[in-house]
């Protein structure tokens, strides 16, 4: 059992809105003593879930040949894979320090938003992800991972909305268009 607050989200999702206020109260609360918020009720599937955790697993443990043939193409580049020591997480802190020992991959955006012209935006945070060949069903895995965290984040920014005396709908599409400009 957690010895901090947990959101049931689906609570918000199913109150009126009298208890949503209610409720988007108990976040803001939430958020401002632990500086998180972990949540509960999400409704992300397990299978979909299960279906990425064992992607991964299969991706990691292919041989780091077929690994390095969807690394990131030069230093920065947001999406691909980065092997142990490609990075240095604390450097961004100011902290001199040895590579992270660690490996990873990163996957951006399955879509660019209609009118987004920024080309920086288009440039970094819409590259192209280098997707592996395999593990088979791994694109596929993260994809539908990838859709159900966009869902999930825009439900949870709804809560927030609420949270901070908002329109409910206030934060949909808020970034896309301060990226269109």
């Given at each position: 059992?957690?010895?901090?607050?947990?959101?049931?989200?689906?609570?918000?999702?199913?109150?009126?809105?009298?208890?949503?206020?209610?409720?988007?109260?108990?976040?803001?609360?939430?958020?401002?003593?632990?500086?998180?918020?972990?949540?509960?009720?999400h409704a992300v599937p397990q299978a979909t879930i299960d279906g990425v955790w064992q992607a991964a697993h299969d991706f990691f443990d292919l041989p780091q040949e077929t690994k390095?043939?969807?690394?990131?193409?030069?230093?920065?580049?947001?999406?691909?894979?980065?092997?142990?020591?490609?990075?240095?997480?604390?450097?961004?802190?100011?902290?001199?320090?040895?590579?992270?020992?660690?490996?990873?991959?990163?996957?951006?955006?399955?879509?660019?938003p209609t009118g987004l012209t920024d080309a920086q935006a288009l440039s970094f945070c819409y590259a192209e992800t280098i997707w592996p060949g395999e593990p088979e069903g791994f694109v596929e895995a993260w994809k539908a991972y990838y859709g159900a965290m966009e869902d999930l984040a825009a439900r949870i920014m709804r809560v927030f909305a609420v949270a901070l005396s908002l329109p409910e709908g206030f934060s949909k599409n808020r970034s896309m268009r301060r990226s269109a400009r």
């Open positions: 059992m957690p010895s901090f607050p947990v959101f049931d989200l689906s609570r918000f999702e199913q109150a009126g809105a009298q208890e949503r206020r209610k409720l988007g109260r108990e976040v803001d609360d939430i958020c401002r003593s632990t500086g998180f918020l972990a949540i509960s009720g390095d043939a969807v690394r990131a193409p030069y230093p920065g580049y947001p999406y691909g894979y980065l092997g142990s020591g490609a990075e240095a997480l604390a450097k961004s802190k100011g902290v001199d320090t040895p590579p992270d020992l660690k490996e990873s991959f990163n996957g951006g955006p399955l879509k660019i």
